[in-house]
C-alpha cells in the first residue's frame, strides 16, 4: 500500500468517525471536539452525556444518562452507570458501573469488574474479576482482584489483594463498613468480618472478626549506633 492510498484510507475512516459522532450529537450527546473521538464498535449513550477528546469506544459501550467521559479514556465492551463520571487516562474492560461513581484518573477497570452505585476507584488502582458494593472506596495505589467488597467500605493506600499463588487464584470478601488501613496486604483465601479495622501496614492471612481491630506488624527496633556502610576505595 502507497502512501497515497493509507492517506486516503485514513481520510475515509476520519469521514466515517464524523458521520457516527455527528448521529449522536443528533441525539443531545455532547462532544468537546467531534474530530478527537473514536468509535469502534457500538456506543449506545443516554441523555446529557458529555465525552471529552480522545476517548476511544470498542466493541459494545452503553453510557447511562448524564455520563461524563474526560480526556484519554479507552472503554472496552462496558457498561458505565448514570452520572458516573470517568476521568482521565483510564481503561475500562469488560467492567460495568453503577450510578454516579468515579473512576480515575488512571485507574484500570479489567474484566469482571462490577461496580455498584457510587463506588470510587481512584488513581492508580487496579480491579479485576471483583464485585464492589455501593458507597465503597478503593482511592489510591491498590490491586483489588477475585475480591467481593461489601457497601460502605474503604479500602486504604497500597492495599493488595494477593490472590494468586502461582497456580491458582483465591477469593478475598471484605463486609459492610469495613475499614482498611493503607499499606495492607490481603492474602487470599481470606474473609473480612463486617465493620473491622485493619491496622495499616498488617500482612493478614487468617480471618478478621467483625467489628474488631486486626493487625500484625513486627515490633519496632531502632539500632542505636548504627552506622550505614561506606563505599570501598
Not at 464524523?18 to 448521529?23: H, N
Not at 452525556?49 to 480522545?54: A, G, L, S, T, Y
Not at 453503577?98 to 487496579?126: T, W
Not at 493503607?182 to 492474602?187: A, D, I, P, Q, R
Request: proline letters at 4%.
Amino acid at each position: 500500500m502507497g502512501t497515497s492510498d493509507r492517506k486516503r484510507e485514513a481520510e475515509v475512516e476520519r469521514a466515517r468517525q464524523l458521520q457516527l459522532v455527528e448521529k449522536l450529537m443528533e441525539q443531545g450527546v455532547s462532544f468537546a471536539d467531534p474530530a478527537r473521538v473514536d468509535i469502534r464498535g457500538k456506543l449506545t449513550c443516554g441523555e446529557g452525556v458529555f465525552i471529552d477528546v480522545n476517548a476511544v469506544f470498542e466493541g459494545n459501550v452503553s453510557l447511562g444518562d448524564n455520563a461524563r467521559i474526560e480526556p484519554n479514556n479507552v472503554i472496552r465492551d462496558s457498561a458505565i452507570g448514570s452520572g458516573t463520571i470517568i476521568h482521565p487516562n483510564c481503561h475500562i474492560e469488560s467492567s460495568s458501573t453503577g450510578n454516579d461513581c468515579e473512576i480515575g484518573p488512571f485507574s484500570r477497570l479489567r474484566p469482571g469488574a462490577v461496580l455498584a452505585d457510587r463506588v470510587k476507584i481512584g488513581n492508580f488502582v487496579e480491579v479485576k474479576k471483583s464485585t464492589i458494593a455501593d458507597g465503597s472506596k478503593v482511592n489510591h495505589l491498590s490491586y483489588i482482584g477475585d475480591t467481593t467488597i461489601g457497601t460502605g467500605v474503604n479500602v486504604g493506600a497500597g492495599t493488595i489483594t494477593c490472590n494468586y499463588d502461582g497456580v491458582n487464584k483465591y477469593q478475598t470478601i471484605i463486609g459492610d463498613r469495613a475499614f482498611i488501613g493503607s499499606g495492607v496486604e490481603l492474602v487470599a483465601p481470606v474473609e473480612i468480618g463486617e465493620g473491622a479495622t485493619i491496622g495499616a501496614g498488617s500482612t493478614i492471612s487468617k480471618a478478621a472478626p467483625a467489628g474488631e481491630l486486626t493487625l500484625e506488624r513486627a515490633k519496632q527496633t531502632t539500632v542505636s549506633g548504627w552506622k550505614p556502610p561506606t563505599r570501598k576505595e
